[in-house]
């Protein structure tokens, strides 16, 4: 089983990571690592798996051996051999085959379990990966708001030898001035809200909320992407779980058969008589072997248990049924939503190259005098908005993608 759980580990890591395993190398799988070992959500549920596994070996027992005891308090006098007192030992069995159905019952329910670690690895995964494309998408803004701080700078020293020679307003430096302040405003936004995101990673990764959290310089959305249908989901853990339930539930089942047989009792009785002139053997004390059995025969009870055992496999099957609907949903929207993110990726590249084209316009204007420095904060402005909406569709992208993965990534 321990092969089995690092093997789930590996691919749980290179399924979420996979989409951009190219562009970044192991930062955000060094994450994930650190939060799977660290966390103390996935802890409790390796705790619930130990135990569960635990039970396995609490099937493998028998009913508690009754010792007995008597010893007679007051003799009365007769010539007859009287009983001084006496010891037995009994042992139930259950019926042929019951601990080996307990003990498979037991592994089934292990096995569920363990796939409830998997599933909680999974999505603490996935919660990573979030959080981590979140802090990519702060920190490429804060690079871009930095560029297009120190443009308006080049643009206001335009301005500024505009004024002095008297083709353009002091009020047009005194707007570039007050842009450069509304995108220093954003950046100081920005530091904040990375904090707080830097401390739900690290609460994630269980450590001070303060660490510093580092994230790749750039990412690129990949040139084409990989298919899915709604067949691969078929591999989904959360599925896999209903299957677990399933085969638990029929193990229950064979349990509760082997249950309404009956149950025999092995024992031994002694008993140690006093000495007496009747008794000439000197064989006077008595051993005796003792079977009983234990037939249920008011067995309304396993019946019972046999139709609750149908039902909650019907009920099993249904629930299944519920979340695969689910989970279609999930990536059909996922996929959607990846597709949007390139198009308006490819929107957004065509619309930064004809608003460079038009900054290299006003500049030549510059040359002959007549630049308008109206036309230079909207295409500013423009550009801005162009670059804030790339980092955005690249961030989506990636966040659709972890999703993806999970849902169709196997054990």
Do not use: H
């Amino acid at each position: 089983m321990t092969k089995q759980k690092t093997q789930i580990k590996l691919v749980l890591l290179f399924g979420i990571c996979l989409s951009a395993f190219n562009s970044y190398g192991q930062d955000l799988q060094t994450l994930i690592e650190d939060a799977i070992s660290n966390n103390p959500g996935i802890q409790k549920f390796d705790l619930q798996y130990k135990i569960a596994t635990e039970k396995v070996n609490e099937a493998n027992s028998l009913p508690n051996t009754d010792f007995n005891f008597g010893v007679m308090a007051i003799s009365p006098e007769m010539e007859m051999p009287m009983e001084r007192f006496n010891v037995s030992v009994m042992q139930t069995l259950p019926w042929f085959g019951t601990i080996s159905a307990r003990e498979d019952y037991a592994a089934s329910m292990a096995d569920t379990q363990f796939v409830e670690v998997t599933i909680a690895k999974r999505k603490l995964a996935l919660s990573v990966s979030d959080l981590f494309y979140q802090l990519y998408e702060i920190k490429a803004i804060q690079e871009v708001l930095n560029e297009n701080i120190a443009l308006l700078q080049t643009y206001e020293r335009l301005a500024l030898t505009s004024v002095e020679v008297g083709r353009a307003s002091a009020v047009d430096v005194l707007r570039l001035q007050i842009r450069q302040n509304e995108l220093k405003q954003e950046i100081a936004v920005l530091i904040q809200k990375n904090k707080g995101l830097q401390a739900a990673m690290n609460s994630l990764l269980n450590r001070d909320y303060d660490n510093e959290v580092s994230v790749v310089p750039a990412l690129e959305i990949p040139v084409n992407d990989n298919y899915y249908s709604y067949e691969n989901l078929s591999v989904n853990p959360e599925l896999l779980k209903y299957d677990k339930l399933y085969q638990s539930i029929e193990q229950s089942e064979l349990v509760n058969q082997k249950e309404s047989g009956p149950m025999v009792g092995l024992g031994l009785e002694y008993i140690n008589q006093d000495n007496s002139p009747m008794i000439t053997s000197p064989y006077k004390d008595m051993i005796m072997p003792m079977v009983s059995f234990s037939i249920p025969v008011f067995n309304n009870k396993y019946k019972s248990q046999t139709k609750q055992n149908e039902l909650r496999k019907l009920e099993i099957k249904s629930q299944k049924n519920e979340r695969l609907n689910s989970l279609k949903a999930k990536l059909s929207k996922a996929i959607s939503q990846r597709n949007e993110s390139r198009i308006k990726y490819s929107t957004q590249e065509k619309n930064l190259k004809r608003a460079k084209d038009a900054e290299e316009i006003l500049i030549k204007n510059y040359e002959t005098g007549t630049i308008d420095f109206d036309d230079v904060l909207d295409i500013q402005e423009l550009q801005l908005r162009f670059q804030m909406d790339k980092i955005a569709s690249i961030r989506n992208y990636y966040e659709q993608s972890a999703i993806i993965n999970y849902l169709v990534s196997a054990l």
